[in-house]
């Protein structure tokens, strides 16, 4: 966070300090070794299921935090400060967990919402398929009905903990052509026919790994479809209007760590025989680079209230924010491994990690060209 904003309740103020807390305390000192060593810390992710992380937006009933939105923005950012890869999972993580409880039933929900919520299983969001990206109403991933059961076969791309998670959410068709013949359904991991890629060799997010989901003929029962047949992609649509937001406080948290670290770093090193931090040209930079996140900020924190009282306008919010926010942080982080010369370029600094990073936020949960048709087709259709 960066100073005390006046919008904030007492509460979320409290929320967003003791996150804080915790990733300075479980994430930062770690966060470098993970990205070297490709470790993804189950541990850590129990840890932060231990405060009420895991199952931030799932109810009370079911053993979540029942946060808004509006708080989870704030969770997210925090988090990301200590390491945006493990923030993100959680967020995605916690997109699943949001699925669930919103479209499941109760059976549904007593089943795998309480070890979600304590990270005793871990889940998977299963849209993306290898030619099916951007486009994703022409899934292909086939889900068959077999009188009690459903038999799936497809490969999902991208996948965020595969190998790793215990469940995994999956859109399948089940219907025609388009978004309306595709359903969701929970695959278990130890389901027959289930197997994973190799872990991708990435350019950031190393602390988390990144697989094909290979379904081969998944048998499963038919109480494993989450809503009605053919609602599967307005339900993952409508996860990843929070996602987008998760994703957005991601950038903004692992970009102020950045511009905090170029401020430490302009004021310890010396140049022309003074510290290099009172060059006015320098300053600039810094007031540019805080002003533009404290705007992505705000326009976070508007689309997440906005989703949160279900304003017609909230998904085209939350695009317009994942896209501003995402691009701004990426921005600030280039400038701030700038700043450091070229210490910024050496891994023991952090700030080269950090930009590896936020850069796949501007691609995932929807590419930043996307978020950019999904508003202007608001404005355009406004007009007809």
């Known amino acids: 966070m960066s100073g005390v904003d006046g919008t904030l309740t007492k509460d979320q103020l409290a929320l967003a300090e003791v996150t804080l807390d915790f990733a300075e305390e479980h994430l930062t000192p770690h966060a470098l070794a993970w990205d070297r060593d490709k470790h993804f810390p189950v541990d850590v992710l129990r840890k932060a299921a231990a405060v009420g992380l895991a199952g931030a937006y799932v109810r009370e009933e079911w053993g979540g935090s029942a946060l808004s939105r509006a708080d989870g923005v704030l969770v997210f950012e925090a988090l990301a400060t200590g390491c945006p890869s493990i923030a993100a999972y959680l967020s995605i993580h916690n997109m699943v967990g949001w699925m669930i409880d919103r479209y499941g039933d109760d059976t549904q929900r007593a089943r795998w919402l309480p070890d979600l ?33 459903y038999v799936l076969t497809g490969v999902k791309q991208f996948i965020s903990g595969a ?8 859109m399948a068709r089940t219907g025609g052509a388009g978004p309306g013949g595709v359903s969701a359904f929970v695959v278990e991991r130890d389901d027959p026919g289930l197997s994973f890629g190799a872990n991708e060799q990435k350019m950031g997010w190393n602390a988390q790994p990144t697989r094909q989901v290979v379904l081969d003929g998944v048998r499963v029962p038919a109480d494993r479809l989450i809503g009605a047949p053919g609602e599967g992609f307005r339900i993952a649509m409508n996860g990843l209007n929070g996602g987008r937001l998760g994703i957005a406080a991601c950038s903004l948290g692992g970009a102020q760590n950045a511009l905090h670290r170029a401020l430490t770093h302009l004021a310890d090193r010396q140049a022309f025989g003074k510290p290099l931090i009172e060059a006015q040209a320098l300053q600039f930079r810094l007031a540019d680079m805080a002003t533009e996140l404290a705007a992505a900020r705000a326009l976070v924190r508007q689309a997440a209230a906005a989703l949160d009282r279900a304003d017609p306008s909230a998904p085209q919010l939350c695009a317009m924010a994942k896209q501003f926010a995402t691009d701004t942080g990426y921005s600030v982080a280039d400038r701030a491994l700038q700043l450091h010369g070229g210490y910024g370029y050496l891994s023991e600094y952090g700030i080269e990690k950090i930009v590896r990073d936020l850069r796949v936020h501007q691609i995932l949960e929807g590419t930043n060209e996307i978020m950019r048709v999904i508003v202007a087709r608001e404005l355009t259709g406004a007009l007809r």
């Open 117 to 149: 919520c304590t990270a005793q299983a871990l889940g998977s969001y299963c849209l993306t398929e290898p030619a099916a990206g951007s486009d994703a109403a022409a899934l292909t991933t086939r889900a068959t009905r077999d009188g009690d059961h």
């Open 163 to 170: 190998g790793a998670s215990h469940l995994y959410l999956v």
